[in-house]
């Protein structure tokens, strides 16, 4: 009999971190974060973070500097201390967030790819930012054609890493991914997707965004402005943190400011499905806003493993 561990995703503005909470309430279970903004400890407000975290122990949240690079590696190796930390204590882990990569890490495990030295990484910066994007794909697609299967052009990060990983080991690093293994069994995972209707989902990110542009969250940007933080580092990429930067220069006004915070929500949550769609297609989604008839539905699906 494998242990159980749950997983909750769904894209943002969904209500999985609320899901968590019930669930880990009923099922004495403790939460652990999978959500790659969430774990950066000075910006709390606009990656909405959870706040009701007192009578449910939570776990990687706001303990990463946003002037480190924090990897999906990182984070894999983390959760399997909480995971194997909440067993002991005779809890269920629930892992809940909205970042897919750290899930897919987690059920069939993370390459065991060679160390990239800083020299390497920096040489590859170098060539991207001297070709741009698109003719950056084209010479990584030259190298290694593999990478045409589930990279594009708009994904600069994963690009640069599948290129020094290229010109490290001269190896395709998607082929590092399919010799890869997960410590878990495929037993031991029970796995929740949110699925809610669309123009419930939009009403939720319009309600949301609206809530999280306020003095609290200029004066988080204000701070973060102050640090200086390297361009290339992901922490850069939170929503809400140009916008309000824009804002704050008077090149826009707070209601362009809304617009584009939730404009911006919107299209991370259609990539957040777009990914749904194509890597968790075993998974059980569940289309259910109604949250006491959600965890109803949840507890008959525990009830069954």
């Known amino acids: 009999m494998h242990p159980k561990i749950i997983l909750i995703s769904g894209p943002t503005a969904s209500g999985k971190s609320k899901l968590a909470i019930d669930v880990a309430k009923k099922f004495k279970g403790e939460v652990v974060n999978a959500d790659s903004m969430q774990v950066y400890k000075e910006i709390k407000i606009l990656s909405a973070r959870p706040t009701d ?17 924090f990897s999906t590696g990182h984070w894999l190796k983390l959760v399997d201390k909480k995971i194997q930390g909440i067993l002991k204590k005779k809890k269920i882990p629930i892992i809940v967030g909205g ?25 590859v910066m170098k060539i991207h930012s001297k070709l741009g994007n698109h003719s950056f794909y084209k010479k990584l697609i030259s190298l290694d054609p593999e990478c045409k299967k589930y990279l594009k052009p708009s994904d600069p990060q ?45 009403n939720e990110i319009i309600r949301r965004s609206i809530q999280i542009v306020n003095p609290k969250s200029i004066l988080e940007v204000k701070k973060f402005s102050k640090l200086k933080v390297n361009k290339r580092l992901p ?13 704050l220069q008077n090149k826009i006004t707070k209601e362009i400011l809304h617009e584009r915070v939730i404009v911006r929500t919107r299209q991370y949550a259609k990539r957040q499905f777009t990914w749904q769609r194509g890597q968790m297609q075993d998974w059980n989604r569940f289309e259910e806003v109604n949250y006491s008839k959600l965890l109803k539905k949840v507890s008959i699906l525990l009830s069954k493993t």
């Open 53 to 69: 975290t007192k009578k449910i122990k939570h776990h990687l949240y706001g303990f990463v500097s946003v002037k480190k690079k």
């Open 235 to 247: 922490a850069n990429f939170i929503i809400g943190i140009n916008e309000i930067n824009d804002y």
């Open 99 to 123: 970042t897919g990569l750290y899930f897919k890490s987690l059920i069939n495990g993370m390459a065991k790819i060679p160390v990239i030295s800083k020299t390497t990484r920096e040489q």
């Open 158 to 202: 994963r690009m640069i890493r599948a290129y020094e990983v290229f010109l490290k080991t001269k190896k395709s690093f998607y082929q590092w991914q399919k010799e890869t293994k997960s410590k878990y069994a495929k037993e031991a995972f029970i796995k929740i997707a949110l699925n809610p209707d669309r123009q419930y989902l939009h």
